[in-house]
């Protein structure tokens, strides 16, 4: 598997897991951009943006484009 799938399918992962817990009970905004540290969304949109940036950079690469 290509490392940009892998790096998608990660993302997809933490997209179903995040969907999960807003239909279990919901998503407090505060957890969402300032959670405490040891909650399940500490470091979320930090991690998912890194892998967002990272497709984006190999999507670039493989098309010889520039960002």
């Given at each position: 598997?290509?490392?940009?799938?892998?790096?998608?399918?990660?993302?997809?992962?933490?997209?179903?897991?995040?969907?999960?817990?807003?239909?279990?009970?919901?998503?407090?905004?505060?957890?969402?951009?300032?959670?405490?540290?040891?909650?399940?969304l500490?470091?979320?949109?930090?991690?998912?943006?890194?892998?967002?940036?990272?497709?984006v950079?190999?999507?670039?690469?493989?098309?010889?484009?520039?960002?």
């Amino acid at each position: 598997m290509s490392e940009k799938r892998e790096l998608i399918e990660k993302m997809l992962k933490m997209q179903k897991d995040f969907i999960a817990q807003e239909h279990k009970g919901g998503i407090d905004p505060k957890d969402y951009f300032a959670p405490e540290d040891g909650h399940p969304l500490s470091g979320y949109r930090e991690s998912y943006a890194d892998l967002a940036t990272q497709v984006v950079d190999l999507a670039h690469e493989e098309k010889g484009s520039k960002r």
